[in-house]
């Protein structure tokens, strides 16, 4: 791959300060809420130059998910109706499921992949995700990849 093209996912807390800053900056201007970038990097505590220089290198999750396929990886307990809650929360959110694989429970334990289609009204695949984290039983909820639908 040619430099400075390669793509990564990573969680917001891998990211440095000054990105999720720039992302946040981009959120006031795209809002109406400030003017002029000037404003924007003020409220967020960065410089313009910073903004510059990493405003297109950093982007939501959510504002490049639609009309991809992601691909979750969920550690859950073997518990009787757990699985329905996780596809509600998808369901929920306006995705639509493509694949499900469980796998056989081990030491009360089981693996599932599921695989969601992004539409363009669908919510935000964050919010997804940590809805589906948050239930009861589940141990966590991994994004393994996003592809074009």
């Known amino acids: ?13 891998a990211i440095p300060e000054v990105l999720i800053k720039v992302v946040n900056a981009k959120k006031l201007i795209e809002s109406g809420k400030v003017q002029s970038v000037q404003e924007a990097t003020e409220a967020v505590g960065i410089s313009r130059s910073s903004f510059y220089k990493y405003k297109d290198d950093i982007l939501p999750f959510h504002d490049t998910t639609k009309g991809t396929t992601i691909t979750l990886s ?14 509600k929360a998808v369901a929920d959110s306006k995705a639509n499921i493509l694949t499900i694989h469980q796998s056989i429970p081990i030491n009360g334990i089981a693996s599932l992949t599921i695989s969601v289609q992004v539409l363009n009204d669908t919510e935000d695949v964050s ?10 039983g589940v141990q966590s909820v991994k994004i393994l990849g996003k592809s074009l639908a």
């Open 1 to 13: 791959m040619e430099e400075g093209k390669n793509y990564f996912l990573v969680t917001e807390r």
């Open 74 to 87: 969920v550690q859950m307990d073997d518990e009787p109706g757990l699985l329905s809650e996780l596809l």
């Open 127 to 136: 919010s997804m995700v940590e809805a589906m984290s948050e239930k009861n």
